[in-house]
């Protein structure tokens, strides 16, 4: 079974940095496509990062080009988010994510709360 374990949320303050991991399991994690995505309260669900299978091309949500860096160690089965100059707006559960044969997994969310 696909299994995706978000892990390296916590509370900051603005202008801190925080790196978040991604444990997969149960897929072939070295050939999919992976994205993390985030949902904050009374918004919707935004797509922040996605990385090719052997980490070539990464794209970014223009919210957080320049601050954030996505990246994956194969051998380990990992995916990192690596998260500079946090702001308020960045407040929300981060959700490691695959699409594999048409179905979409998601783990259960690594809560990132930037306050002062």
């Known amino acids: 079974q696909v299994q995706l374990v978000e892990s390296g949320g916590g509370l900051v303050q603005p202008g801190g940095s925080l790196r978040l991991s991604c444990a997969a399991s149960g897929f072939a994690f070295s050939i999919h496509v992976m994205s993390w995505s985030r949902q904050a309260p009374g918004k919707e669900r935004e797509l922040v990062a ?43 559960v981060y959700y490691c994510q695959v699409r594999r044969y048409g179905i979409d997994y998601w783990g259960k969310g690594a809560l990132v709360t930037v306050s002062s």
């Open 50 to 92: 996605l990385i090719t299978s052997d980490g070539s091309i990464t794209t970014y949500a223009d919210s957080v080009k320049g601050r954030f860096s996505i990246s994956r160690d194969n051998a380990k089965n990992t995916m990192y988010l690596q998260m500079n100059s946090l702001k308020p707006d960045d407040t929300a």
